[in-house]
């Protein structure tokens, strides 16, 4: 069975720093993956997702994330976080025919002004 | 917006009761899911759907059942409500057309079972 591992709970990051997220995944073959952020009380917005190709792919909000094969890993990254980035962040990916999806628990992110 | 509408969107409940959901979809897809959100757990699938009275369990189907009579609903029941059900609950569905693979969710109905 597939899992996937968001290794922090929570990160703080001043206003204007760079930001990366970790996504480790544990699955057979090369599944979709996916960034949702959900905002408290508020239900999940998808930020990208990869399905083949470029392993460098673009979100929304300025985001981005990086596929690697070798690492089993998706990690998201933002080059200058804004405070309204702040927010909790799943990783998750999909496999079968339904594209049924598995998330990690979870990053909450702070921003410090 | 991914044409999901899930009601009610919050509820209390008393242990023992038992208590619906319902996802309502305008996008006429096949699939319909449920997931239940919990902190530290991410969201967990409970049931799914692949078309109208076809469903299968997920991950965390103990003391769930769905049913699906109209490819536009798709209805969660807790038949005896625990504390431990006590939740948010997520409806989702999937794209259309180059979206297919991508799943979307619904707003939330967020239950206390006290």
């Known amino acids: 069975a597939q899992s996937v591992t968001q290794p922090d709970i929570h990160i703080t990051v001043s206003e204007g720093a760079s930001l990366e997220l970790r996504c480790n995944y544990s699955?057979?073959?090369?599944?979709?993956l996916f960034w949702y952020v959900q905002s408290p009380g508020q239900g999940l917005q998808l930020l990208l997702k990869?399905?083949?190709?470029?392993?460098l792919v673009q979100g929304i909000k300025g985001f981005e994330a990086e596929f690697k094969r070798s690492q089993s890993s998706f990690n998201l990254r933002k080059p200058s976080v804004h405070w309204s980035d702040a927010a909790e962040y799943f990783c998750?990916?999909?496999?079968?025919?339904?594209?049924?999806?598995?998330f990690g628990g979870g990053t909450r992110l702070m921003v410090k002004p | 917006d991914a044409g999901i509408t899930q009601s009610p969107r919050h509820k209390v409940t008393e242990t023992g009761t038992p208590v619906t959901l319902r996802c309502h979809q305008t996008?006429?897809?096949?699939?319909m899911y449920w997931y239940r959100q919990d902190p530290g757990h991410g969201l967990r699938l409970i049931h799914y759907?692949?078309?109208?009275?076809?469903?299968d369990k997920g991950e965390v189907s103990d003391g769930y059942s769905v049913s699906r009579s109209k490819t536009e609903d798709f209805l969660l029941t807790l038949e005896s409500a625990t504390s431990s059900q006590t939740s948010v609950y997520f409806c989702?569905?999937?794209?259309?057309?180059?979206?297919?693979?991508?799943?979307?969710f619904g707003e939330g109905s967020w239950l206390t079972v006290v």
């Open positions: 759907s692949y078309g109208v009275k076809d469903t």
């Open positions: 998750a990916v999909g496999v079968g025919a339904g594209n049924m999806l598995t």
């Open positions: 989702a569905i999937p794209g259309q057309g180059a979206s297919g693979n991508t799943i979307y």
């Open positions: 699955y057979g073959a090369t599944p979709y």
């Open positions: 996008e006429n897809h096949r699939y």
């Open positions: 990869y399905f083949s190709g470029d392993t």
